[in-house]
T-cell receptor, first 108, second 114 residues
Framework: KNEVEQSPQNLTAQEGEFITINCSYS?????LHWLQQHPGGGIVSLFM???GKKKHGRLIATINIQEKHSSLHITASHPRDSAVYIC??????????FGTGTRLKVLA | DVKVTQSSRYLVKRTGEKVFLECVQD?????MFWYRQDPGLGLRLIYF???????EKGDIPEGYSVSREKKERFSLILESASTNQTSMYLC?????????????FGPGTRLTVL
């Protein structure tokens, strides 16, 4: 069993839908990161969380430390949100553990 | 803005060739990383460097070596490329001082070994 599990693996949505991507982890962490990878490969950091909730534009990320679970929500989804979303946890050292990613496709 | 650049976006090499992948960051970050990304496996750490000339093995160092002669540059070397090293290679950097250790990624190099 992977230490970081994401669900779903693939997701297709219609433009305007509310989207939720989930991440569960089984190790102690100092922070959880949500990353976005567009076709072509480059990865950008969306959020770093150690507790609570963060919002940036149409993106919202939450974390429940007790349940070892985080969610990434996209409101009013748009085709430009189509990407792979990756959850990664950091254990307070240089080491990160990455989920395998959720491939999102938003149809116009 | 932090910028991490990689020497090539796409690279095709033959089995047995020595391959150099270069990564340069412009924000004076102490930490630099090399990952490979394969379908269904997520990113896996090959090597990590926390200072000039310092390196630590990651989860999958076999068949790879690294060089960090200058703070801004971290090179990944495939001593004798093999077909199972066909993959996407991603470089990242991060500052020592960041408490949550945000990483900044390069655009990736998609390497094909024939």
């Amino acid at each position: 069993k992977n230490e970081v599990e994401q669900s779903p693996q693939n997701l297709t949505a219609q433009e305007g839908e509310f989207i939720t991507i989930n991440c569960s982890y089984s190790v102690g962490i100092s922070a959880l990161h949500w990353l976005q990878q567009h076709p072509g490969g480059g990865i950008v950091s969306l959020f770093m969380l150690s507790s609570g909730k963060k919002k940036h534009g149409r993106l919202i990320a939450t974390i429940n430390i007790q349940e070892k679970h985080s969610s990434l929500h996209i409101t009013a989804s748009h085709p430009r949100d189509s990407a792979v979303y990756i959850c990664a946890v950091n254990q307070g050292t240089y080491k990160y553990i990455f989920g395998t990613g959720t491939r999102l496709k938003v149809l116009a | 803005d932090v910028k991490v650049t990689q020497s090539s976006r796409y690279l095709v090499k033959r089995t047995g060739e020595k391959v150099f992948l270069e990564c340069v960051q412009d924000m004076d970050h102490e930490n630099m990383f090399w990952y490979r990304q394969d379908p269904g496996l997520g990113l896996r750490l090959i090597y990590f460097s926390y200072d000039v000339k310092m390196k630590e093995k990651g989860d999958i160092p076999e068949g790879y070596s690294v060089s960090r002669e200058k703070k801004e540059r971290f090179s990944l070397i495939l001593e004798s490329a093999s077909t199972n090293q066909t993959s996407m290679y991603l470089c990242a950097s991060s500052p020592h001082s960041s408490p949550f250790r945000e990483q900044f990624f390069g655009p990736g190099t998609r390497l094909t070994v024939l």
